[in-house]
Every structure is written in structure tokens, then in C-alpha cells.
């Protein structure tokens, strides 16, 4: 690794000698160079950026479902860990739709031994995550497909999660058969404001 970073703080000082980096590149279009470039820069990078890298796996039993987008997983060694669903955002309690997407979350996962991949942690020091069966279902999508959930734009770009809101919102399944459902940030939002 030692190699890596001093191979990348030599392209970095070579570039330092031209105005931008299109003249460096220009200036080094060597096959020599490209190759080193290859080599030592981009496929090390791409190691280093992979999202396995990042995830941690969970497994254990789900023990608590607190509303239709987390819920309480106790792993191995008897410690539950809160998982928030990582891209998808249900109806909160009080709202339309909350209790039953928290009972469709229920029926999908409770007192089940189920996987999770762990994206990191939310501000409440929730786990991020996406949660399987042990047969292989993704929860999360499966909780947007059945309209219980909407797929969180703001902080997932997930294209199969975008497709399975569409799916859900065309079929009119779940909370989309109502002819203006609300967002549950946009919820959120409002009752903020009243308060």
C-alpha cells in the first residue's frame, strides 16, 4: 500500500509542473505512462472505493418492528441492534397507511432469522441497512413493491428501488391507491411546522 501512495504523490508532483491537467496528460501519453497510470493509480482505486469494503453483514433474529422502516434485530451474542432500511421511508405511525406498512414489515419479517448489509450508521446511531430473507428477498425493495413505502430519493439512488415505487405507483398498490398520498419527509415537515 506504501508503494500505491508514493507512486500517486509522484504523478501528483509531475503534475504540479503544468497548468492543468489536460497539459500533463497531453505531455504523457506514453504507453509507458498509461499503463503506470493503470497499474498504480486507477485499479487500486477502484479496489479501495468498492462497496463491499464498507459493508458489514448482519444476521440475526428481528425481535421489534417500530414502525414500517425499522426494526430491532438481535444478532448473534444476544445484542439487538436498531436497523433503519437503508432507501426506502414508510408512513409514520400517525399518518395514512403507517400502522398497516408497519403490519406488512411484520408479516414480512418478524421473528424471522433474516441477513443485513450495512450501509453505515443514521444520526440517531441506527444501522443503515437492506435487509433479506434467508431465502434472498429483499425486504426493502419488497416493502416499496407492495406500496408500503416510498424509495428515498434523497439518499438513495437505487434505480431497481426507483422502478419498484413506479411499478407499485401504476398498479395503484397500497398506500398509492390513495389519489395524493404524502411523503412522509413532507409529513414530517409539516409537523414540524405546527409545532
Given amino acids: ?11 501528483y508532483n509531475q503534475a504540479l509542473n503544468y497548468e492543468n ?4 496528460y ?9 499503463n503506470l497510470l493503470l497499474i498504480f493509480v486507477l485499479i487500486p482505486l477502484t479496489y479501495c472505493t468498492s462497496p463491499q469494503q464498507y459493508q458489514q453483514k448482519l444476521t440475526g433474529k428481528v425481535v421489534r418492528i417500530l414502525d414500517g422502516d425499522t426494526f430491532e434485530l438481535l444478532t448473534e451474542g444476544n445484542i439487538p441492534v436498531k436497523i433503519r432500511m437503508n432507501g426506502i421511508d414508510a408512513p409514520e405511525k400517525n399518518q395514512a397507511f403507517g400502522q398497516k406498512s408497519k403490519d406488512q414489515l411484520a408479516a414480512l419479517c418478524f421473528g424471522k432469522n433474516i441477513e443485513v448489509l450495512s450501509a453505515g ?7 443503515l441497512g437492506t435487509a433479506f430473507t434467508l431465502s ?19 439518499y438513495s439512488k437505487d434505480l431497481e428501488l426507483a ?12 398506500l398509492w ?10 409529513f414530517r415537515k409539516n409537523r414540524k411546522k405546527k409545532n
Fill in 21 to 24: 491537467y489536460s497539459q500533463f
Fill in 177 to 186: 391507491i390513495d389519489p395524493s398520498p404524502i411523503a412522509p419527509w413532507a
Fill in 136 to 154: 434472498g428477498l429483499d425486504i426493502n425493495k419488497e416493502m416499496i413493491r407492495i406500496g408500503m413505502a416510498w424509495h428515498y430519493k434523497e
Fill in 121 to 127: 450508521t443514521d444520526r440517531y446511531n441506527r444501522v
Fill in 163 to 174: 422502478n419498484a415505487e413506479y411499478q407499485a405507483r401504476e398498479a395503484r398498490r397500497g
Fill in 26 to 34: 497531453k505531455a504523457n501519453q506514453t504507453p509507458m505512462f498509461r
Fill in 1 to 11: 500500500m506504501r508503494f500505491f501512495w508514493l507512486t500517486c504523490g509522484c504523478f
